[in-house]
Structures are given as structure tokens and as C-alpha cells.
């Protein structure tokens, strides 16, 4: 009895060694917007030609160009919060030529996948100042 025991006690030991105690950490969104983004054409409305968004979000700003491939525009950087649990995102008004600075912010409903390289940038509230829905494709080089 005392054999068959121990044989046991080794095999759940065995067992428990070569299984992970290492928790499975989902992908925060917060992580996941890090890097280089290019949009896919962006519809401005009033705007006959096709145009692009680049953006390089670190972990404090956003930096976007913005190109109809042959002139290219450098907008001033900008900050931005994430809220990882309604999987949000919230720019502070890109400053565009010829604009005045604003404190105003548009807010985006995310949709991404862990490990994936697309996100889909939904405005909150498209009708109050005209945003695009923005598709992003990680770019490994801007």
C-alpha cells in the first residue's frame, strides 16, 4: 500500500513539474497599439484624392504623417489614453496645417486580436466632428 502511494505521489509530482505554473497574460490593448500603423484609405469627405494616415504611437504620444503619396504632411505630436477594459482609445485633436490648437479629444472603440496586425479604430461619435473609421496595419517600417 505504501509503494502504491509513493508511486502516485511521484506521478503527480512528475506531472507538476512539467506543467506551467506561468499564467496565461492576455495582450493588453495599451500593449498591443505600440508601433508603427498605416491606414488603409481614409474617406475625408470633401477631399478628391486618396489619402493615408502613418502613425508611431509610443508609450506616451502619437506621431501621424499623412500622405496622398506624393506630398506627405508631419503633424505635431499629440498624447492619448487607453482603457483597456472597454477597449478604447482617446487622441487628443490632431493639429492639422493651418489649424488652431484644440484641447479637444476623439475617442475610438478598438477592435483588434491578440497577436494580430490590424486594428479598427470606430469613432464613438462620428457625427460631432466628422471622423473616419481608421483600419491600421502594423508596419515594420515608416
Same mark, same amino acid.
Given at each position: 500500500m505504501k509503494k502504491t502511494i509513493l508511486i502516485l505521489l511521484a506521478m503527480f509530482l512528475s506531472i507538476g513539474m512539467f506543467t506551467s505554473c506561468e499564467k496565461d497574460n492576455p495582450q493588453l490593448l495599451s500593449e498591443f497599439v505600440i508601433g508603427k500603423w498605416q491606414s488603409? /484609405?481614409?474617406?475625408?469627405?470633401?477631399v478628391q484624392t486618396d489619402i493615408y494616415f502613418m502613425v508611431a504611437i509610443t508609450a506616451d504620444n502619437y506621431y501621424?504623417?499623412?500622405t496622398d503619396g506624393e506630398n506627405s504632411v508631419d503633424l505635431p505630436q499629440a498624447g492619448y489614453v487607453v482603457d483597456d477594459d472597454a477597449n478604447t482609445i482617446t487622441i487628443d485633436?490632431?493639429?492639422f496645417p493651418d489649424d488652431d490648437p484644440s484641447d479637444e479629444v476623439v475617442s475610438f472603440k /478598438?477592435?483588434?486580436?491578440?497577436g494580430g496586425n490590424t486594428m479598427t479604430w470606430l469613432p464613438i461619435d462620428p457625427l460631432e466632428n466628422d471622423t473616419p473609421t481608421l483600419v491600421w496595419t502594423l508596419s515594420t517600417g515608416m
Amino acid at each position: 500500500m505504501k509503494k502504491t502511494i509513493l508511486i502516485l505521489l511521484a506521478m503527480f509530482l512528475s506531472i507538476g513539474m512539467f506543467t506551467s505554473c506561468e499564467k496565461d497574460n492576455p495582450q493588453l490593448l495599451s500593449e498591443f497599439v505600440i508601433g508603427k500603423w498605416q491606414s488603409q /484609405v481614409v474617406d475625408l469627405g470633401d477631399v478628391q484624392t486618396d489619402i493615408y494616415f502613418m502613425v508611431a504611437i509610443t508609450a506616451d504620444n502619437y506621431y501621424l504623417s499623412m500622405t496622398d503619396g506624393e506630398n506627405s504632411v508631419d503633424l505635431p505630436q499629440a498624447g492619448y489614453v487607453v482603457d483597456d477594459d472597454a477597449n478604447t482609445i482617446t487622441i487628443d485633436q490632431p493639429q492639422f496645417p493651418d489649424d488652431d490648437p484644440s484641447d479637444e479629444v476623439v475617442s475610438f472603440k /478598438v477592435t483588434w486580436e491578440e497577436g494580430g496586425n490590424t486594428m479598427t479604430w470606430l469613432p464613438i461619435d462620428p457625427l460631432e466632428n466628422d471622423t473616419p473609421t481608421l483600419v491600421w496595419t502594423l508596419s515594420t517600417g515608416m
